[in-house]
């Protein structure tokens, strides 16, 4: 069953790093995509970073300079660091993946997604 469980989220203050966890069931080298979104309260879903099996990666523009994302396929993990946090920060992060090639940060584009990791950004 494909499965992804994310960790590494927390209460951190402003100014502080983290970084997110997502370990998958079956051999990430399947997954074409791999992404984190995010969602925070009253607010839509939307993309954080993505990386594909090449190492090809995007992030979204307001997290430039301040996030990276990486994938470790002997691992079956992918990570997301994350530097300089903001309050608006703060949100349910999402780790997604798909074998198809569209990937990206379109939500859309993802079929399988894990429950989310809580990031709480404090000033």
């Known amino acids: 069953q494909e499965q992804l469980v994310e960790s590494g989220g927390g209460s951190v203050q402003a100014g502080g790093s983290l970084r997110l966890s997502c370990v998958s069931s079956?051999?990430?080298?399947?997954?074409?995509?791999m992404a984190w979104f995010r969602q925070a309260p009253g607010k839509e879903r939307e993309g954080v970073a993505a990386i594909n099996k090449y190492g090809t990666t995007n992030y979204a523009e307001y997290l430039k300079g301040r996030a990276t994302i990486s994938r470790d396929d002997a691992k079956n993990t992918l990570y997301l660091q994350m530097n300089s946090l903001k309050r608006e920060d703060t949100a349910m992060y999402y780790c997604a993946a798909d074998d198809r090639r569209d990937g990206g940060i379109v939500d859309g584009n993802y079929r399988v997604w894990g429950q989310g990791t809580q990031v709480t950004v404090s000033s």
């Open positions: 079956v051999y990430t080298y399947n997954w074409y995509y």
